[in-house]
């Protein structure tokens, strides 16, 4: 049995074809930070045509109760996008794909109770064997995605610790459980009994904690443009339950350019997809490794802004390395100001940018495009590393595990493996730290704080830039 197809109007098709294309069209500008804002215009208009061409031929829902729902949704948004701080835009990432994974089981939902409203099942009820597929892993999907991202938010926000969280047997247990789900969708083809609907949302509620729960805050990166594609798969499976192509061509786009996203962001991290699944930085060894927290009692030089003024401005090569300690503190519009300061004494400045600093992909680009850093001067991991052996100074404000020698020379350290920026090979380096009471996001650890060409500058980001800038100044 197929769908209940219904003849599409062609200006309809036209449409979303029209709206695919301006996805795509998006996609292909944000893959640049110069592009990026004329690409957030083409997705805003792609989507503009796709509602807009479906509230034109809906059917189920009347058209007052649509736009009800779309204003008290757009209005709950627009609050919340400009209260929301930049240093939580990677936990509002995540609450945004738990709401679109929630949104795909609330749909699978709806068409399992009323299948004949969706067009899915024929006279008697049955449900068409290909839509219980589509059911069946739409809403597996979704389930994962809302779970794992409402762990992923607990996690970026601080509610539970960023450490793995190490179950007995958990491998045992999430192999069991999607063998489970994935034999109860098969099943569902010959039962379409609600005990076999509502057990395969409920273990792939479960699955999604399970899943997120044991990977450590050093791969948070991956997981947020994981659960971005599983929030993409799941909108796309959706799509075909309700027959519609702008879903199943905007999850698809999201699904995959996620997908490549987290390949490339593994790679980065000299990582396998799997083994960020299955914990990645999260083993066993791993996980014990930053327990003991930092090791406070080592000697370290510490300088001051105007030390660290003095030795920039005599520099003839300065890298400057952006993390969460600078977006925690909004610095990046004084970090700005001080690369400016130093370009107008002679000196060359570059910014480096590691794959995974910050909590999500690409979030130190966003703050240096937002002070408006020129998009020549930021390098990626692999176009600079080799550079900070000519440097004078590496400038590293904010960013622990990304710098940390700890995943070259530890097996037993939880980044192990992980590519970084090679500050330590610079001249000087001058690391901006609150304190030297906390380790970084992974719990480890820095021996570059300890090493006889660095100088700590321990305060808030923001002020010591501040003061940097001053003793430029003068």
Same mark, same amino acid.
């Given at each position: 049995?197929?769908?209940?197809? /219904?003849?599409?109007?062609?200006?309809?098709?036209?449409?979303?074809?029209?709206?695919?294309?301006?996805?795509?069209?998006?996609?292909?500008?944000?893959?640049?930070?110069? /592009?990026?804002?004329?690409?957030?215009?083409?997705?805003?208009?792609?989507?503009?045509?796709?509602?807009?061409? /479906?509230?034109?031929?809906?059917?189920?829902?009347?058209?007052?109760?649509?736009?009800?729902?779309?204003?008290?949704?757009?209005?709950?948004?627009?609050?919340?996008?400009?209260?929301?701080?930049?240093?939580?835009?990677?936990?509002?990432?995540?609450?945004?794909?738990?709401?679109?994974?929630?949104?795909?089981?609330?749909?699978?939902?709806?068409?399992?109770?009323?299948?004949?409203?969706?067009?899915?099942?024929?006279?008697?009820?049955?449900?068409?064997?290909?839509?219980?597929?589509?059911?069946?892993?739409?809403?597996?999907?979704?389930?994962? /995605?809302?779970?794992?991202?409402?762990?992923?938010?607990?996690?970026?926000?601080?509610?539970?610790?960023?450490?793995?969280?190490?179950?007995?047997?958990?491998?045992?247990?999430?192999?069991?459980?999607?063998?489970?789900?994935?034999?109860?969708?098969?099943?569902?083809?010959?039962?379409?009994?609600?005990?076999?609907?509502?057990?395969?949302?409920?273990?792939?509620?479960?699955?999604?904690?399970?899943?997120?729960?044991?990977?450590?805050?050093?791969?948070?990166?991956?997981?947020?443009?994981?659960?971005?594609?599983?929030?993409?798969?799941?909108?796309?499976?959706?799509?075909?339950?309700?027959?519609?192509?702008?879903?199943?061509?905007?999850?698809?786009?999201?699904?995959?350019?996620?997908?490549?996203?987290?390949?490339?962001?593994?790679?980065?991290?000299?990582?396998?997809?799997?083994?960020?699944?299955?914990?990645?930085?999260?083993?066993?060894?791993?996980?014990?490794?930053?327990?003991?927290?930092?090791?406070?009692?080592?000697?370290?030089?510490?300088?001051?802004?105007?030390?660290?003024?003095?030795?920039?401005?005599?520099?003839?090569?300065?890298?400057?390395?952006?993390?969460?300690?600078?977006?925690?503190?909004?610095?990046?519009?004084?970090?700005?100001?001080?690369?400016?300061?130093?370009?107008?004494?002679?000196?060359?400045?570059?910014?480096?940018?590691?794959?995974?600093?910050?909590?999500?992909?690409?979030?130190?680009?966003?703050?240096?495009?937002?002070?408006?850093?020129?998009?020549?001067?930021?390098?990626?991991?692999?176009?600079?590393?080799?550079?900070?052996?000519?440097?004078?100074?590496?400038?590293?404000?904010?960013?622990?595990?990304?710098?940390?020698?700890?995943?070259?020379?530890?097996?037993?350290?939880?980044?192990?493996?992980?590519?970084?920026?090679?500050?330590?090979?610079?001249?000087?380096?001058?690391?901006?730290?609150?304190?030297?009471?906390?380790?970084?996001?992974?719990?480890?650890?820095?021996?570059?704080?300890?090493?006889?060409?660095?100088?700590?500058?321990?305060?808030?980001?923001?002020?010591?830039?501040?003061?940097?800038?001053?003793?430029?100044?003068?």
């Amino acid at each position: 049995m197929e769908h209940a197809l /219904t003849e599409t109007p062609a200006w309809v098709a036209i449409a979303y074809l029209v709206s695919g294309v301006l996805f795509i069209l998006a996609l292909r500008g944000l893959s640049s930070p110069a /592009t990026s804002q004329r690409g957030n215009r083409y997705g805003m208009i792609g989507m503009a045509i796709a509602v807009g061409t /479906t509230l034109a031929i809906h059917e189920i829902a009347s058209l007052p109760e649509i736009l009800g729902a779309i204003a008290i949704g757009g209005i709950i948004g627009f609050v919340i996008a400009k209260r929301i701080a930049m240093t939580a835009m990677p936990q509002l990432v995540a609450a945004f794909h738990s709401l679109v994974g929630l949104a795909a089981v609330l749909v699978g939902a709806a068409a399992y109770l009323n299948p004949t409203a969706f067009g899915i099942a024929d006279a008697a009820g049955e449900i068409f064997q290909v839509s219980r597929i589509e059911l069946g892993l739409g809403v597996a999907i979704g389930a994962i /995605t809302f779970s794992g991202s409402v762990i992923a938010f607990l996690k970026l926000n601080g509610n539970m610790s960023g450490a793995p969280i190490m179950l007995p047997g958990r491998h045992v247990i999430n192999l069991g459980t999607l063998a489970l789900i994935l034999g109860l969708i098969a099943y569902f083809l010959t039962d379409q009994s609600p005990w076999v609907f509502w057990t395969v949302t409920a273990l792939s509620f479960a699955i999604g904690f399970l899943l997120i729960i044991p990977i450590g805050g050093a791969d948070m990166p991956v997981v947020v443009s994981m659960l971005n594609s599983y929030s993409g798969w799941a909108a796309a499976a959706m799509g075909f339950t309700l027959q519609n192509s702008a879903m199943i061509i905007t999850g698809a786009l999201v699904g995959s350019s996620g997908a490549i996203l987290s390949y490339i962001m593994c790679r980065a991290m000299n990582r396998s997809f799997i083994s960020v699944i299955a914990g990645g930085f999260g083993s066993d060894a791993g996980a014990g490794a930053g327990a003991g927290g930092p090791v406070i009692d080592r000697p370290y030089k510490r300088g001051s802004a105007e030390d660290a003024a003095f030795v920039m401005k005599n520099a003839q090569k300065v890298i400057i390395v952006p993390g969460y300690g600078m977006a925690v503190s909004q610095a990046q519009h004084t970090l700005r100001e001080m690369g400016d300061l130093l370009k107008k004494e002679g000196v060359e400045v570059k910014y480096a940018i590691h794959p995974v600093a910050g909590r999500m992909p690409g979030h130190m680009n966003v703050l240096l495009a937002e002070a408006n850093v020129p998009y020549d001067e930021v390098f990626e991991l692999e176009d600079i590393n080799s550079e900070f052996a000519q440097a004078d100074v590496a400038f590293v404000i904010g960013a622990n595990d990304v710098t940390n020698p700890a995943a070259k020379t530890d097996k037993t350290s939880p980044i192990y493996g992980m590519p970084i920026l090679d500050v330590e090979k610079a001249g000087t380096v001058l690391f901006v730290k609150r304190s030297m009471g906390g380790a970084g996001y992974a719990g480890v650890d820095n021996e570059v704080f300890y090493r006889d060409n660095t100088m700590m500058l321990l305060a808030d980001a923001k002020k010591m830039v501040e003061e940097i800038v001053k003793g430029l100044a003068h």
